[in-house]
């Protein structure tokens, strides 16, 4: 049997009726009783007893929406945020050429054009000048546009001749050749060509994903478009005793036919792995342009961005999936987007629906959501930060990006989420980021804490998560500083000492 006890500092709780407490004990995972830490200790003889030292305890965080396949395959990619000119980031590539040898694949990511010198995405002939002779794909920093050399177009076998894929834009030059940037769907042309990690490896890479967001208190993680190989490694490292998280699965939208055929509900698993439904695009990204917006972007007249499904196909998804009660998770960055998806859901089906990003809403589609009410609308706050030529995108709709103050006035439930490797794992920083920006939008943050613990709770299915009460999780982080009382420009500098899921430690920094 497994008993815990946590004393000697200042337990928040998140349950307003009882919102701080002097202890807390957890027994098999289970939050068994809270109070005086001698009401604890009677309660749960011969419990360990976990002094913290006057430090500030809460429960675990949730990020609603984090890639762990990516983030943990970036060890082996190149790092691209970084790069300032194409000419740096070919420098990159030749000395990875040179590292790797004739043939094997270099990939990388996280370039944006907004950042390098040139103000454009690489092409093909830029990669080729740094290697003809190893296939190149470097996605960039939204993951919805790519660079590829002629090597790698070659290899899947993409010319002049082929047509864009359903959803996807190749890139073509004024003599119909590809340039070799790639958007949205058009990416997956190069992907399916490169070898997948094997099951060993993959169990490794999301072993160092979770690892890395339980160093900042994430004890909960929405893993959204997983596939069936991410699943069996997660399986895996659950049968070892290796997850050391809690993880909701979103499989990529191809699997729902399968989930239904199998009869799986949404929910399916236990409270450590659980499948919670799946994921789809709606359209593209804001920095990549294929947002779908109802007018055109500012600085490309004329182009509205790529809408990725139609009406009828929203819709068809939405009823398959409710059925089952399986959640549908929509990625709808813009107006256009969202106006698409609000249309295509009713009272009847908006329960099991996820509004992923909703970057650009503007009050009409806000009230909408308020008629309808999704799930949860899982917000990336770092975003606010990161899109900083958000007016030069969208010009004066920009008030209306990332409209967090908004949704929470209207009743919606707002998730935060990083979008890792998109943004930043550290929860803090997307805190920091929701609660420091200037304008209308600011929130407090009693409401960004929220966002990342109640909040993530109902968007990952798990009613009563984030919460610390008498028969809830035993998931608690315990930090340095009290974040209700540091200024918010500070939340970034809050250490997590300690990290505990059911009960059990599984990060320590003490």
Not at 212 to 229: C, D, H, M, N, V
């Amino acid at each position: 049997m497994c008993k815990i006890i946590l004393h000697n500092g200042k337990i928040y709780t998140n349950d307003p009726e009882n919102p701080t407490v002097e202890a807390i004990g957890i027994v098999n995972g289970v939050i068994e009783v809270l109070g005086s830490f001698e009401k604890v200790r009677k309660a749960i003889p011969g419990g360990r007893i976990v002094d913290l030292e006057g430090r500030i305890a809460l429960p675990g965080l949730v990020d609603s929406h984090i890639h762990l396949n990516s983030l943990g395959s970036l060890a082996a990619s190149l790092d691209l945020t970084k790069c300032n000119s194409i000419e740096e980031l070919k420098l990159m590539v030749r000395r990875e050429s040179e590292n790797r040898g004739k043939g094997s694949w270099i990939i990388g990511r996280g370039w944006d054009q907004e950042r390098l010198y040139e103000k454009r995405p690489p092409n093909r002939w830029d990669l080729d000048e740094a290697t003809p002779s190893n296939p190149v794909l470097l996605v960039r920093v939204c993951g919805h546009v790519a660079s590829v050399n002629s090597l790698a177009l070659r290899i899947a076998g993409v010319s002049r001749e082929t047509p864009d894929p359903p959803g996807g834009i190749i890139e073509r030059d004024s003599n119909g050749e590809p340039t070799g940037v790639l958007y949205e769907n058009a990416i997956m042309l190069i992907k399916r060509v490169i070898p997948p990690p094997s099951t060993e490896q993959l169990e490794t890479m999301l072993s160092k994903a979770i690892e890395e967001g339980l160093k900042y208190g994430i004890t909960l993680f929405g893993f959204p478009s997983a596939t069936s190989s991410d699943m069996r490694a997660l399986m895996n490292l659950k049968s070892k005793g290796l997850l050391k998280a809690r993880v909701g699965v979103m499989y990529d939208l191809e699997y729902l036919d399968h989930l239904l055929r199998l009869g799986i509900r949404g929910g399916f698993g236990d409270g450590k792995l659980y499948i919670l439904g799946v994921k789809t695009f709606l359209d593209g990204s804001l920095g990549g342009r294929t947002a779908y917006l109802r007018e055109e972007y500012s600085d490309r007249p004329g182009w509205r961005g790529k809408l990725l499904l139609s009406t009828d196909e929203l819709k068809y998804i939405v009823r398959k999936a409710h059925v089952s009660s399986i959640i549908v998770a929509f990625h709808a960055i813009g107006d256009g987007a969202l106006q698409t998806l609000l249309s295509s859901i009713d009272n009847n089906t908006s329960s099991i629906v996820r509004i992923e990003h909703a970057s650009v809403s503007p009050p009409d589609i806000i009230e909408k959501m308020r008629e309808t009410m999704p799930m949860a609308i899982v917000v990336q706050p770092h975003f606010v930060i990161s899109d900083w030529w958000i007016k030069d995108r969208i010009g004066e709709r920009a008030r209306w990006a990332y409209p967090f103050k908004t949704f929470i006035e209207s009743g919606l439930v707002v998730a935060g989420s990083s979008d890792a490797p998109v943004e930043p794992v550290n929860p803090w920083k997307g805190m920091w980021a929701a609660t420091s920006r200037s304008g209308p939008e600011r929130i407090t943050v009693e409401d960004a804490i929220k966002m990342y613990t109640i909040n993530g709770g109902i968007a990952m299915g798990l009613a009563g998560y984030g919460m610390l009460v008498k028969g809830g999780y035993g998931d608690i982080i315990v930090v340095d500083e009290d974040p209700f009382k540091v200024e918010p420009n500070k939340l970034t500098s809050i250490k997590v000492k300690m990290t505990i899921v059911g009960g059990r430690m599984v990060y320590s920094n003490y």
